[in-house]
């Protein structure tokens, strides 16, 4: 193929590339626990893997009804 020539794989990884923080390639962590042991583990996390250089984050979390803590972090895969 020449290179002035077109490819559909090549839009296809271009609108991935535009499309965000989906193409980057974040790592997701889920856990459920009680509340002081959810906030020590997020505590880990971050220490980890630094907000900087990760782009960490506490994706979401809710409390359940039996009191424990639901939490899904992410981060960038930088140094896996």
Do not use: C, N
Not at 7 to 29: C, I, M, N, Q, Y
Not at 48 to 55: H, L, Q, S, T, V
């Amino acid at each position: 193929m020449r290179s002035d020539e077109f490819h559909p794989r090549d839009l296809a990884r271009r609108h991935a590339a535009s499309r965000g923080e989906h193409s980057l390639g974040f790592r997701r962590e889920s856990f459920t626990l009680p509340r002081d042991e959810a906030r020590a583990r997020a505590k880990d996390f971050f220490a980890r893997f630094p907000k900087a250089a990760y782009m960490s984050e506490i994706e979401f979390w809710e409390e359940l009804p039996d009191g424990q803590i639901f939490v899904t972090m992410r981060r960038l895969p930088v140094a896996d």
